[in-house]
């Protein structure tokens, strides 16, 4: 645990008045000291041979638990905290579109005193008072999977550029329908962030000659249900007849439009793809429902978001552009731009590799 509120709030100022004398004698503050503490921590400079703090509490709020996504994610981030000698600690809701319920679990996570929170934001906007108030209080907040605003976390721990995933989505479905033809997206929850970043890339990548000849028809939102992702793969193809693909950005998206695609008359003849895990798609593989589809490996993701949660709350990190930190065996990693952390290229998955892996 870490220290008591005034004592961080003391520890907070000292920290904050010599970074302002610090920037002020670099020529590098606007000169106004007081007012946002979040930011000044962010911008302050990381010690990264400073030791790695052992008995912190980091609490992991996934947008959903319960979700085999979400579990192996978790359980990467666990193993990473564990073997730093803190402890892990994961809160969360089970609903797929529950952004007020993360906001009641970072109130409680603020309450309990952690000393990081990671999260994987339902919604950019919602999320961010409270996540102030926690940073405000100390907590280093990392995101990961699914950012908030940058002003609202230190840091976040995403898998790959939202250009590349929403590109080699789009690709993958040209390959599979010949360029050509009527397409669909079946989101998660309408707010996610990472679910919109990928759609608006998609949309964007559209405007490429290559994809004149497809359409984007509807965009629908299954929440990441499997029932409600299910009726609407029902609806898609009800509503447009000559729908030729669909691409699905969400694991619990996939699986379900995979069910429904295997026991329906399109199967093999409207094309899915997105973003799904290898043990879900399997049996669509199998059966010809899917020819292939992108992920990265969500262990991965959440182990390097809790060396990152650690590395924030030791102070080897800030979550300025340029600093460094060692995620154990996963070597180091470099901040971007505002903070972010990039895992890597994802993983195209198809019957040549796709028992090659388990998770
Ligand atoms: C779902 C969630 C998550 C996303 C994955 C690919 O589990 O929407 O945020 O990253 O799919």
Redesign the pocket.
């Known amino acids: 645990m870490h220290q008591s509120p005034s004592r961080r709030a003391s520890v907070l100022v000292a920290a904050v008045s010599s970074l302002s004398l610090l920037t002020a004698a670099c020529g590098d503050g606007d000169g106004s000291a007081g007012g946002d503490t979040t930011a000044n921590a962010k911008n302050a400079e990381a010690s990264p041979n400073a030791p790695t703090r052992t008995g912190l509490t980091v609490g992991f709020l996934p947008?959903q638990v319960n979700?085999p996504?979400?579990s192996v994610a978790d359980r990467g981030g666990e193993r990473a905290v564990k073997s730093l000698g803190s402890t892990f600690r994961e809160v969360g809701t089970d609903q797929g579109a529950d952004a007020s319920g993360q906001v009641s679990h970072i109130v409680d996570l603020t309450e309990q005193e952690v000393d990081a929170i990671a999260v994987?934001a339902l919604d950019p906007d919602t999320l961010c008072d409270a996540l102030k108030q926690a940073m405000d209080e100390g907590i280093k907040v990392v995101t990961y999977?699914?950012d908030t605003k940058p002003e609202c976390r230190y840091a976040f721990v995403s898998?790959a550029s939202a250009e590349d995933i929403a590109v080699r989505q789009l690709e993958l479905l040209g390959e599979q329908t010949g360029y050509q033809g009527d397409i669909a997206i079946l989101s998660?929850a309408r707010t996610?962030t990472?679910?919109n970043a990928w759609i608006s890339s998609i949309k964007k990548e559209l405007e490429d000659p290559r994809y004149k000849d497809m359409r984007l028809v509807d965009v629908v939102y299954g929440d990441?249900e499997a029932q409600e992702s299910y009726r609407k793969t029902e609806e898609l193809l009800r509503e447009h007849g000559d729908l030729k693909g669909i691409i699905s950005?969400?694991?619990?998206?996939i699986k379900a439009a995979a069910k429904y695609l295997s026991q329906s008359s399109h199967k093999g003849e409207v094309k899915l793809t997105g973003?799904g895990a290898p043990n879900d798609m399997r049996p669509y593989i199998e059966d010809g429902t899917v020819e292939a589809f992108l992920?990265w490996d969500p262990a991965k993701l959440g182990e390097l978001a809790g060396h990152a949660a650690v590395a924030l709350a030791s102070g080897q990190i800030t979550g300025r552009e340029g600093q460094m930190f060692l995620a154990g065996g996963m070597g180091w990693f470099k901040l971007g731009e505002n903070g972010v952390i990039t895992l890597g290229d994802p993983t195209v998955f198809d019957a040549g590799n796709i028992d090659d892996y388990d998770f």
Request: charged share 15%; proline share 10%; aromatic share 10%.
């Open positions: 947008k979700t996504y979400f994987s999977d699914s898998p998660a996610a990472n679910q990441d950005p969400t694991t619990n998206g973003l992920l």
